[in-house]
Structures are given as structure tokens and as C-alpha cells.
């Protein structure tokens, strides 16, 4: 069955659309849906970012009052809605009610999100204009899904999608699908009822709201929360989940399996979207064990993954594991400097690089220049860092800082 | 007088040299000393990295045992020492007592510094070997504090000084001077008794070495701490200040007069650092006013400073104001986003960029492209934020985000 190869309609019970209605200067997609074939419980996490775009103040909104009968995502892509004070709030409330209308949904059934360029209102005129060829458009295919997954992109080069099945501990089958934007302005620090990273996950797996909500919390947090392009925590960072039950059976949220698969979504659209950094060209993946906390593995991950001058280094395939200490130090983790292990994992053949917290020997001559050949034909550079120190464990996903990404941000609004 | 025109000579009873004894390949100078007349009263400040270069060690411990009688401060630049394990303290400890040997200053009396490559140790047979010509050089001459001041350079692209004249309180007439480097990996966080920005301040006041280190960590937390090139906070940061005491009289410590020629030496040294931060072609000054606290103010202000998003922006010349608001947002300080006013401080005239936490009206269009004409046309870019929840104020320095960062740091070491 074609759909079964699809992101958020391969779960059954959803269709999805995507158009360009001209937000867009570029005359790329634009405006995008995703509907549930009947009321779904549904969660959220959203920015922690104080200043909040006008979309995350109505998404909470709605799903504290209706987050049990949830029908879909409207999501406009090309302006963020943020700073647009009352106007704007009222400018994404007009368009959701106007949706709603126009797919002979209930009232408050649909979650909003936006993205792009902070500070401008939504064309509102062109938006309405667009929600009759938008569903029109709507689909359970596969190319219907990849339309809605275009659509919600802005500086991203590809769409990022992913897909798990899974079977329920009462042997009934499931699918959890979603959908994500990433590229700049990526730093997700998602909290409960507080996200530019975008993430949208179906399922049909029945589950509770309370459930879906402390479940994403948890898989945010080892994934899309581990993801860091620039360190610019987004005003409109939005992940929600919608689980319309259409597999039957009683509330999955505390099956293991259904868990292991939110996750396993979650993580492939995280590493998307580090793959898809503004400007990468590679992707850098670093794992730390043996911390004393999983807090400090996730510390101490996020800043070698952060690091302007790490990612400079990995752009010109220089093996400078003298950077990555010095991130794992400033990381605020609980370290022995002298007790720190880094090695590239390069596929089959580890390659050590700091070792008892010392360069691996001739790293500075000989052994560098070989180094830097691997690194230069990696496009995933796979670091584990050891620190001795406990048993905890946590991986960080980012990219390189190469010369487009300045260009990219230099240039965003011209 | 001509040493009245110079740095770290301008007081009274110092020397200075500065020489290329082959640590860095390209040739430059890289062993750099300062010498008291007599025994000064010293404080300094250190990196916070839980990675601490074998310098920072040893200065901490020299400063603790021998505070009230320092004779100089003696730098390498090209290799960090950091990383080297005990053969790296061994190597500084050799160094400097070689240096005191040929100097004939008495043991313990020397402070290091050391800034460049992390990872390998000291090329110890050509610092040695240097250690003549060094000596042969020092000299109280603007020359010589000039060649002092180029050899603690790294991608710097010109030398940091500073100078002030005071009177103290009983009439004395005395000087603080300063150099400094920066470049990268900035983002000072400096405690006491935890240093790549390096600053060497001396002084003809008299001081005792406790008040000496109260005067310069609250002078730094306003200064040096609120630059930032990268966000890296490098395992080597060091600020030194000596006091010899040549003016006469008594303590300085409690002098208004005295502390303000510090941290004006200490502000003009960090405004340096971020005009010259790695690649930059504007300097960012962001003052925020009304801040709740001072802890909130300089938050904010660092926040705005530090956002790789709004650097590339001002590398475009674009007044993105919206990512302003998004740094103020993720900063951590108290701010009402709908009060909050932004405003870019053109001499004479200045230009309103968000008001009531809105961006000013026409910025998206025809007033936007006059905006980014200014933008184009400043090489000092300053913005002074307005949050309107008290009467906390504080500066940030920094720096755009250019191609030339990416080329230095991808290329660093090759």
C-alpha cells in the first residue's frame, strides 16, 4: 500500500496538503495541513524562549482546552508571527477559524504554527486565499505528505521525514509518522506548554493527552533538545503529536513499544535536522559515556556540538581535539581533565584522539595528516567522548560552520 | 616624556621586551616579558574551563604564595600548553626559572601566560634559547612595550593598549597601563584564582595584593567578561594586574580615582578585543537599560552580543531586530516583550529599530533599506536595548560574523 512508505499519513486516519499561496516571495510552498479522520488526543512542547510567537501562545492555548479532540495542523511557513503583539495573535486566530470553515472541521480543533522572518504579519489575505487550493489538495498519499512536508520548510535544502511501525503489547499493529523543519535558529530547549524547529508526529495508536504529553516531554529531551545548529533558541520552536486511535485497542501510552517508536521518530528527525544545518556540509553526531549524571552527558554533548569553534574545525577537517576539551571544560559537566577519552568512530576502524585527557600521539604531524583525510571523506563525523566519571550516557546532534552558513544568515531578508 | 605615550611602561619602574624566538612557524614574535624595578603587589583572573592550561595552575599557586612580591609576567604565544599533563607544568616551571636565572629576578617571582595551539607542549629549546635576546631587549621605551604587546599575539590583527593618568586622593599623580589579546575563542569568564584572552595591566599606585584582586574581579566582570567573539571560553584566559608602587604613599585599593583608571584601561582593552574578534568588520556595542538587575542587564546584553544569528545580520547589514527580540527572549533575564525598545545609537541621529516590542514602522520595507545604508556605512555598530522593568544597566561588546571567521578557524592549524 503506497502510504505505507509515507511520513505523517502512514498511520491510518490522516491526510495532509501543501501549496504555495504566494507568503512566499520565492513563490516556494508556503502553507501546509495535516487532519485527523476524527477527534485525537494530542500534546505539545513549544519554545521556552520568553519571547513567544503569536502561534505558540494559541497552540498551548488550545490544547490545555481541546487537547483530547484535536483534528489538525495549519502551519504557514515564511513569516514567524512574532512581534506582532495583539494584531498577530488575531491575525492566526482569523485564519484558523477560517481553515476550520473551509475543512468542515469543528471549532478549535486546529493547531497553528508558523515559521520565518520575525517581525511581519501574515498576508492575510493571501493565506485565506490559499485554504480552498489547500483542501483541495488533501491526501492520504505519499505525494500528498511530501507536499505538506515542503511546505513547512523555509531555509531548509531537503524535507525531513520519518516513519516507525511497531505492534502494541496487545499484538495490534501501529504506525507513528512525522514530519520536521529545521536549518537555523536551532536550538531547541523545549519545554511542557512552551518551539524554529517544527516537528509533527501522527499515530493511530490510541493514547491519553496527559500520557502523549509526558511522553514526548521525555523523547524531546533525549532528542530534538540534543539537536544544536547555531545556538539561537527559536520563538517559535513547535513539536506537537496528534494519536487518533484509529489502530483501537485501550491507551498505548505506557507501551514500551510505543515509546521505543515516538522516540525513534523524534531521533531520525533530530539528525535530519542537524544534517540540514544552514550550510552543512557534514554532520557531527557526539556521544558521551561515563558521566556522572545523564545531565551531565547531555551538558557536556551539547557543547562540543555547540561550539563555534569545533564546528569551524570539523568544516576544515582539522582534528583539533584540543577545541573539544576545552568545550567538555566550559560544558559545565563534572570532568577529570585528565581522564578524558575522545575517538572518532570512524566505521570499522576507531581512530583515537584524545587519550588519559592528552593528544594521541603524533596527532600534531604525522598521525594529523591522516587524520584529516578521514575527516575530510566523512560526511558524519561519529565522536564518542568517555569521561570516567559514572555511567551515564547521552548523544548531541550539529553540523559544521562553513562559509554558506554566514552567507545564508548574512543575506536571510535580501 | 616619550614612555608617557606608552602601555605597560607608562608607569613608573617597568621594562619590557618582546622577541621571535621560532615557537610559531610563520616567524612572528612570540616570547613576550614585563619586568618590575621592585617587588609589586599582584592579582590576577582566571579561566573558569574545568580544562585549565599549565600556566593558569601555576600562576594561581604562584600568586597565592608569593602575591605581595612579583617581579614580571612572562608569556609564550603559539603553543597553549594545555593538555600536556605534568610534563606541561614541568615545562612552564623550567621556563620560568630559566627566566629568572637570566634575568636575575629572584626565584618565584615570575608569572606565566601562554596562548595559541592547544595540545602540544612548549618547543622548550627555542623558548630557552630566547630567553637571552628577551633579556637583551628589555627596555621602558614605547618601542619596547610595543614589541612586548605584539608578542602575545595570535590571529590578532593588531596590538591591545590602553593608558590611563590619575591622581590618587593625596595628590600623587600615577598611571595604569594595559595590553591585551583577543581574537578567539572569546568569551571570558573569569574568576578569581581560575585565563585565550590575555590582559597585563601595571600600575605605579601602590596596592596591596587583596585589594589588588577585589578592585580587578569587579573591574573584569563589568570589562573583559562582557566581550565575546565565539562563545568559547578558552582554557587559558589570564589577567594580570602588578603594582609597584613607584608613585609612593599609601594603599590605592579604596581609591575611586584608582579603580576608575582600571576598568577604563580594562574597557578600552575589551573594546580591542571585540573590534578585532577573528574576521570581524564591525564592532557591536549592545547597552541595556532597565534591566531588573544587574545579573539580568548583562545577561541580556551578552545574550544579544553573542547570538550568532544577529553577528551575521550585522555582517549583512540588516537590521533584523527580530532576532534581537529572540536573543532577549532565550537570555534569561526578565524582560515584558511587549515593552521592550531597541534603538541603533547613530551619532546625532538616532534610529528607533523596535518599539514596544514591535519592530518601528517600515522597517520590513523603504525604511528598512535606509536602515541597512547606516548599517553599511558604521563600523561601530551601537544598540542600546530598553527593557523598562528597573534601572539595572550593562554593556556587552562583540563583533559580526563573517566569511573570514570561518576561513581562520577551518584553517587554524594548517
Redesign the interface.
Known amino acids: 500500500m503506497a502510504t505505507r512508505n509515507a511520513s505523517i499519513v502512514a498511520p491510518h486516519g490522516y491526510a495532509a496538503a501543501g501549496i504555495a499561496c504566494g507568503i512566499k516571495r520565492s513563490g516556494r510552498p508556503d502553507l501546509s495541513v495535516i487532519v485527523a479522520d476524527r477527534p485525537a488526543a494530542a500534546a505539545g512542547v513549544f519554545t521556552?524562549?520568553?519571547?513567544?510567537a503569536a502561534p505558540v501562545t494559541l497552540g498551548a492555548e488550545r490544547l490545555g482546552a481541546h487537547g483530547d479532540r484535536i483534528r489538525g495542523i495549519l502551519t504557514v511557513s515564511g513569516v514567524?508571527n512574532?512581534?506582532?503583539?495583539v494584531e498577530g495573535l488575531d491575525d492566526n486566530r482569523r485564519l484558523l477559524v477560517a481553515a476550520e470553515r473551509t475543512l468542515a472541521l469543528p471549532p478549535d480543533s486546529l493547531l497553528p504554527a508558523c515559521t520565518g522572518?520575525?517581525?511581519?504579519r501574515i498576508p492575510l489575505d493571501r493565506a485565506l486565499a490559499g485554504l480552498g487550493p489547500l483542501a483541495a489538495g488533501l491526501g492520504s498519499t505519499v505525494a500528498a505528505a511530501d507536499r505538506a512536508a515542503a511546505a513547512i520548510l523555509t531555509t531548509d535544502t531537503t524535507p525531513k521525514v520519518a516513519r516507525r511501525t511497531l505492534r502494541l503489547a496487545d499484538g495490534r499493529r501501529c504506525t507513528v509518522g512525522g514530519i520536521a523543519k529545521g536549518s537555523?535558529?536551532i536550538a531547541p530547549?523545549l519545554g511542557p506548554l512552551h518551539a524554529t524547529t517544527l516537528a509533527f508526529l501522527t499515530t493511530d495508536a490510541p493514547a491519553t493527552p496527559p500520557g502523549l504529553a509526558r511522553l514526548l516531554a521525555a523523547e524531546v529531551d533525549r532528542t530534538l533538545n540534543m539537536v544544536s545548529v547555531?545556538?539561537?533558541?527559536?520563538?517559535n520552536d513547535t513539536v506537537y503529536v496528534l494519536a487518533n486511535g484509529a489502530a483501537g485497542g485501550r491507551s498505548a501510552d505506557d507501551d514500551p513499544a510505543f515509546q521505543a517508536a515516538v522516540g525513534a521518530v523524534l531521533e531520525d528527525l533530530a539528525r535530519a535536522i542537524a544534517r540540514d544545518g544552514e550550510g552543512a556540509t557534514k554532520l557531527l553526531t557526539v556521544t558521551v559515556e561515563g558521566a556522572r549524571s545523564v545531565d551531565d552527558a547531555r551538558a557536556a554533548s551539547r557543547a562540543v556540538v555547540g561550539?563555534?569553534?569545533v564546528k569551524?574545525?570539523i568544516?576544515?577537517a582539522?582534528p583539533?581535539?584540543?577545541?573539544i576539551?576545552?568545550?567538555?571544560?566550559?560544558s559545565g559537566a563534572r570532568?577529570d581533565?585528565?581522564r578524558i577519552d575522545v575517538v572518532l568512530e570512524r566505521p570499522g576502524a576507531p581512530v583515537p584522539l584524545?587519550v588519559d585527557?592528552?593528544?594521541a600521539p603524533g596527532?600534531?604531524n604525522g598521525a594529523g595528516a591522516k587524520v584529516r583525510r578521514i575527516l575530510q571523506r566523512l560526511d558524519e563525523i561519529p565522536l564518542t567522548v568517555r569521561l570516567h566519571q559514572g555511567s551515564a550516557t547521552a548523544r548531541a546532534w550539529g553540523c559544521d560552520?562553513?562559509?554558506a552558513?554566514?552567507?545564508?544568515?548574512?543575506?536571510?531578508?535580501?
Open positions: 521556552t524562549n520568553t519571547v513567544k514567524a512574532a512581534l506582532t503583539g522572518v520575525i517581525g511581519p537555523g535558529m530547549r547555531d545556538g539561537d533558541t527559536s520563538t561550539s563555534t569553534l569551524a574545525a568544516f576544515g582539522d583539533n581535539v584540543g577545541r576539551a576545552c568545550a567538555l571544560g566550559y570532568i581533565p585528565a584524545l585527557g592528552r593528544p596527532l600534531d560552520l562553513s562559509y552558513y554566514v552567507q545564508i544568515n548574512a543575506a536571510y531578508r535580501t
